[in-house]
């Protein structure tokens, strides 16, 4: 009895503890990092982190897949709209694989090591994986501030369009630009591809990093001052706004880079799989009538099945997953395919790909509260039940 109290007033219920935990992970993963710095030996954290990496990414991805395709949330939407549920991600599966034969049996570089034109199925490949990045996390920057929006019933027209900007000027503009620019011309496959095929770019996006990440605190500094003139102001959403602007910054500032990875990355893994878990547990509890112990069980039982399953399978050949690899592993990778091992690696070039792209789209249908019949089942399980005290940041009726 006490477990189910504690579990639901920490984590399932939405408390400063939820939020904490899940949607401001990277504030404490990132202080937890910086204070155990003088500590403790630098590469025992980082060593840890790496372990664990593919694991907490493959749980997020798989964890909009699961809930999106296969589990019962959406069963009667699958049925209605086949082309939205089976004949879309089958699409992009499709070309993913094409992708990836292609690229095991087609694309090496030169004796030089130097990328040509000749690589566009290459640089196809890493391209639509970045772009698809970029556009992923900028759009759950969004989907976080309308969350918050939402709970402080800031609900004006022009909220959310500002909201919109913001996200849309961080993630598309300014990240990209310090991304590329702090990142060598062959560090990172994308950042190759853009200075080697945009003559310009290199020097552009140097000059324009620092201007950049001064524009996403200026920016940021306007959000945060409206929101604190706003009669129903927001804290989470000011802590928010702090994370987009660590993003450009700690990424910017050689003296923060070892704290980028966590504030980037694991906070929107962790931001993701807290969402789905809320909702799926939410739903067992609901509609099944689970207790919340039982519900947390259940829905990472059977989710961890799945991410297993696929941890098990690509395991063995993770040397693939070149979409965000540096320049050297890249070209060692990809000289060691032979007309013996062509085939398994293009299936796992293309495989990791498909991952992506496949969450990235699972994702939007989830997320998408604008189409009503996503609103009709998603937004209730996020509503509070009645008779239920208000959640944190969550405004009272009047």
């Known amino acids: 009895m006490m477990l189910s109290s504690l579990f639901r007033q920490s984590v399932w219920v939405r408390s400063p503890a939820w939020d904490l935990f899940w949607m401001f992970s990277g504030l404490w993963l990132a202080a937890l990092l910086a204070v155990s710095k003088p500590w403790a030996p630098m590469w025992a954290v980082v060593t840890y ?13 798989w964890s909009t897949v699961q809930a999106v395709l296969f589990s019962e949330l959406l069963r009667e939407e699958r049925k209605r709209n086949r082309a939205r549920y089976f004949y879309w991600p089958l699409g992009l599966v499709s070309v993913s694989m094409l992708l990836g034969v292609s690229i095991s049996q087609y694309q090496w570089f030169g004796e030089k090591g130097q990328l040509t034109s000749d690589l566009w199925i290459w640089a196809l490949y890493i391209s639509i994986f ?17 969350f918050y929006r939402a709970r402080a019933g800031q609900s004006g027209a022009h909220d959310r369009k500002i909201d919109r900007a913001y996200s849309a000027f961080m993630m598309f503009a300014i990240q990209p ?31 324009l990093a620092g201007p950049c990440v001064a524009l996403a605190a200026a920016a940021t500094a306007f959000m945060i001052i409206r929101e604190l003139r706003l009669e129903n102001r927001s ?21 923060a880079q070892f ?99 496949v969450h990235y789209y699972c994702d939007r249908i989830l997320f998408r509260f604008r189409e009503p019949e996503i609103r009709a089942k998603v937004a209730p399980l996020f509503a509070r039940p009645a008779g239920e005290t208000p959640a944190y940041g969550e405004r009272k009726a009047a």
């Open 49 to 61: 982190l790496l372990a664990t990496k593919r694991f907490v990414a493959l749980y997020h991805s």
């Open 130 to 146: 970045w772009v698809g990045h970029f556009w992923h996390f900028g759009n759950q920057d969004f989907g976080v501030l309308s």
């Open 235 to 255: 804290g989470p959403r000011v802590m928010y706004l702090l994370v987009m602007a660590f993003h450009p910054a700690f990424l910017f500032f050689s003296e």
């Open 259 to 357: 704290l980028y990875g966590i504030v980037y990355l694991w906070s929107h893994w962790l931001i993701a799989t807290g969402l789905v878990s809320y909702m799926s547990m939410n739903r067992l509890e609901r509609e099944k009538r689970m207790p919340a112990p039982k519900a947390a069980l259940r829905h990472f039982a059977s989710l961890g099945v799945i991410v297993a399953a696929v941890w098990a399978l690509s395991r063995e050949f993770s040397h693939y997953h070149l979409l965000d690899s540096d320049g050297l592993t890249v070209r060692t990778t990809l000289a060691a395919i032979t007309a013996e091992t062509h085939w398994i690696a293009g299936f796992f070039l293309g495989f990791f790909l498909a991952e992506q792209l």
């Open 177 to 207: 630009v310090v991304f590329l620019a702090v990142l060598g011309p062959k560090a990172n496959p994308f950042s190759e591809i853009v200075h080697t095929f945009i003559p310009f770019a290199g020097g552009a996006v140097a000059l």
